[in-house]
C-alpha cells in the first residue's frame, strides 16, 4: 500500500507515524510544501518572548530523523498543486527547482492545516505588516524585534493576538492591542475576560476593544517609526510592526478544486472516520468540519489537540483498527502574564444565541487550601442544562486553573452530571487542593440549584426585577466600601434577628462578596416565608466585572 500525506504538521504527521507502527510494510510518503516539518507551532511565541531561547528545541523532527526512526519519506519543501482523486494522483513541485512531477497513491491524506485572514484593507501587503502561523513567520518577526523595533501593533485579541502581545511586551516593546470585539478573548464569556484585560493593562499593553484595523501606510509623521497603524476610530499609531492574529480560515483550495465537499466556510467536510467524499482520501486536522461536542452541530475548531487525535484515528480506520473521529470541545488555554484563561465546551452567551436553556454559576474559590500560604483565587464558570448535563466551563487566575479546566472537559466527555462533579474524588493536600474541590464547589452549587434550594441572580435581573429588595449581607464595613445603590446592609450573621426590617411581598435579592454568604441568607430567608429569594451569582466579586461602574465605590474613612 501506498500512502502520501499532504501537510507534515500535527495531523499529518500523527497519521504518518501510526501509519508506521500499524504497518511496516506501507510506503508513507509526506509532502510539506514548508521547509520545516514535525515543528512545535504552538512554541512560537514563546520562541518570540525569548522564553525558548533555542530555535531548535521547536524542531521536533527532520526529515531525516523521521526516515532513520519511522522509515518516513518526508520531502519539505514539496507543494501539492493538484489532487486527481478519480486517477488517485497527486501533482507536486519541487519549489528549489521548479520541477513538477506526479505521485501515486492508494490512500491520501490531506492535512493542510489553517491559513490565517488577512483582512483586505489599504497597506495590508507592506513587509513589516506579519502573522505568526510557521517557523519562518518566527524568524521574520524576531528579526524585526532584533534590529530595534520599539513599538507594535497586534490586532486580534484571541488566544494568539494575547501570547503575541506578552512577548512583544516582554522583549521591552510598546503594545497595542486592537480587538473587534468589545472584550478581549472573544471565545470567553465578558465577566471572565476582564481579570485577563486588566492583566495585559497592568502590563502595560494598551488594549483598543470594539475597534478595528482599517489601514497601513508608510511613514508614521514623527521619524521614528516605519509605520502608520490607522484605526477604525480615526487613531492614527506610529510602528514599527504590524502582527495580525485575526482568526484562520481553513487551507482548501486543493479539496475544493478536486471536487471534494466543503462546507460554507471552506471547511473539508469528513464522516465518522476522516474520510471525505472522495474514496480512499481522508481529511484531518485544522481544514475539516468537526461536530461541536456540547450541540451536535457543525463547526471548525483549528486546535492542535484535536488535529494529532485525528490523525491518529485516521490511521486506525485505514489499517483497521477500531474507532473514530470524536466531537470537539474546543479546550483551550492562554496565558497573559500572570494571569491563566481557560475554556471548554460553549460559552453561555453561545449556547443563548442559539436558544439553548442554561443555567450560570460563578464561584471564586483559592487553588488550594485557603489555611496554606500562597492561596490564589480561581474565578470559575459553570454553564449546564436543566437536567444537570454539563455544556462549559470557564477559569481565570493562576495556578490551578488547568486542572479544573481539564477535570471538567473530562467529566464531560464522559458524559458526567454536574451532580457528578459534586462526588469525584479528586487529589487532596494542602499545597494542592481543598478538601472540597472547587470543581466539587461547582458540583455542589449547580445540584442545589437543580433540587429548588438556591436560586441565583445575574446583573441583568436588576433591571428586569425593578421592586426587588436588594440585601447585601456583607459587613458594614465591607457595604461601606462598596455597595449596590439602595441596597439594605445586614450582615448575615443579623439576619435571624433582624427579619422584620426585610420588605415581604417582593422579590428579594440577596449579595455578598463571593455567593456563600449570601447562599446561607437564602436559606434563612427562605425557611423563614420568604419565597422569591435569589443569590448573586459569584457575588460582588462577578457583578464589578460584569458590569463596570453599577457598584457605589467609597474610600473607608478611619
Not at 510544501?33 to 531561547?53: F, K, M, Q, W
Not at 477500531?322 to 466531537?327: A, C, E, K, Y
Request: hydrophobic share 45%.
Amino acid at each position: 500500500m501506498k500512502i502520501v500525506v499532504v501537510g507534515g504538521v500535527a495531523g499529518g504527521m500523527s497519521f504518518a507515524a501510526r501509519a508506521r507502527r500499524l504497518s511496516e510494510s506501507a510506503e508513507i510518503v509526506v509532502l510539506e510544501r514548508d521547509p520545516y516539518v514535525s515543528y512545535a507551532n504552538c512554541g512560537l511565541p514563546y520562541h518570540l518572548a525569548d522564553e525558548i531561547t533555542d530555535r531548535s528545541a521547536l524542531l521536533l523532527h527532520t526529515p531525516a530523523s523521521l526516515a532513520a526512526a519511522l522509515a518516513l519519506d518526508v520531502r519539505t519543501g514539496h507543494e501539492v498543486l493538484e489532487v486527481d482523486a478519480a486517477a488517485r494522483r497527486v501533482t507536486v513541485r519541487e519549489r528549489a527547482t521548479g520541477r513538477t512531477y506526479t505521485e501515486d497513491f492508494d490512500a491520501l491524506v490531506l492535512s493542510t492545516g489553517a491559513a490565517a485572514v488577512v483582512p483586505p484593507i489599504p497597506g495590508i501587503d507592506h513587509p513589516a505588516v506579519r502573522v505568526l502561523r510557521t517557523v519562518p513567520d518566527v524568524d521574520a518577526l524576531r528579526a524585526v524585534v532584533d534590529s530595534g523595533a520599539r513599538r507594535a501593533v497586534v490586532v486580534g485579541a484571541g488566544f494568539i493576538g494575547l501570547e503575541v502581545a506578552e512577548a512583544l511586551r516582554h522583549r521591552g516593546l510598546e503594545v497595542t492591542l486592537v480587538e473587534l470585539a468589545e472584550q478581549v478573548l472573544p471565545p470567553l464569556d465578558p465577566e471572565l475576560a476582564v481579570t485577563v484585560q486588566r492583566e495585559l493593562t497592568r502590563h502595560g499593553v494598551d488594549v483598543r476593544t470594539a475597534t478595528s484595523l482599517a489601514g497601513v501606510k508608510e511613514g508614521s509623521g514623527d521619524g521614528a517609526s516605519p509605520l502608520t497603524a490607522e484605526l477604525s476610530d480615526g487613531a492614527l499609531l506610529p510602528c514599527d510592526l504590524v502582527l495580525l492574529a485575526v482568526g484562520v480560515r481553513p487551507e482548501s483550495s486543493l479539496a475544493r478544486a478536486a471536487g471534494l465537499d466543503v462546507n460554507e466556510r471552506g471547511a473539508v467536510r469528513v464522516d465518522e472516520h476522516l474520510l471525505t467524499s472522495a474514496p480512499g482520501v481522508y481529511a484531518v486536522g485544522d481544514a475539516i468540519e468537526v461536530v461541536d461536542a456540547v450541540t451536535g452541530a457543525p463547526a471548525v475548531v483549528p486546535l492542535a489537540g484535536p488535529a494529532n487525535r485525528q490523525g491518529r484515528a485516521a490511521a486506525n480506520h485505514l489499517f483497521g483498527r477500531p474507532g473514530g473521529r470524536m466531537p470537539v470541545l474546543g479546550t483551550a488555554i492562554v496565558r497573559a502574564f500572570g494571569v491563566v484563561a481557560a475554556t471548554t465546551g460553549r460559552p453561555e452567551k453561545a449556547l443563548r444565541a442559539a436558544g439553548i436553556a442554561c443555567h450560570a454559576i460563578h464561584l471564586h474559590p483559592g487553588h488550594h487550601a485557603g489555611y496554606y500560604p500562597g492561596a490564589q483565587a480561581i474565578h470559575l464558570k459553570l454553564v449546564f442544562s436543566p437536567d444537570g448535563a454539563i455544556l462549559g466551563a470557564q477559569a481565570t487566575g493562576g495556578e490551578g486553573v488547568d486542572k479544573r479546566i481539564d477535570v471538567i472537559a473530562t467529566a464531560i466527555r464522559a458524559g458526567l452530571t454536574v451532580r457528578d462533579l459534586a462526588e469525584l474524588e479528586l487529589a487532596y493536600a494542602p499545597p494542592f487542593g481543598s478538601a472540597k474541590d472547587p470543581v466539587n464547589m461547582a458540583g455542589f452549587v449547580a445540584s442545589n440549584i437543580l433540587d429548588g434550594d438556591l436560586a441565583v441572580w445575574h446583573a441583568a435581573d436588576l433591571d428586569s426585577t425593578p421592586d426587588a429588595v436588594l440585601l447585601d449581607v456583607r459587613s458594614p464595613r465591607e457595604h461601606a466600601r462598596g455597595h449596590l445603590p439602595g441596597a439594605l446592609n445586614i450582615a448575615h450573621t443579623e439576619l435571624r434577628a433582624r427579619l422584620d426590617e426585610v420588605p415581604r411581598g417582593r422579590p428579594v435579592l440577596v449579595h455578598c462578596a463571593s455567593g456563600f454568604r449570601s447562599y446561607l441568607a437564602l436559606r434563612v430567608l427562605r425557611q423563614n416565608g420568604f419565597d422569591d429569594v435569589r443569590s448573586l451569582s459569584g457575588g460582588m466579586t462577578t457583578l464589578r466585572d460584569a458590569v463596570p461602574g453599577l457598584v457605589v465605590e467609597k474610600t473607608e474613612t478611619r
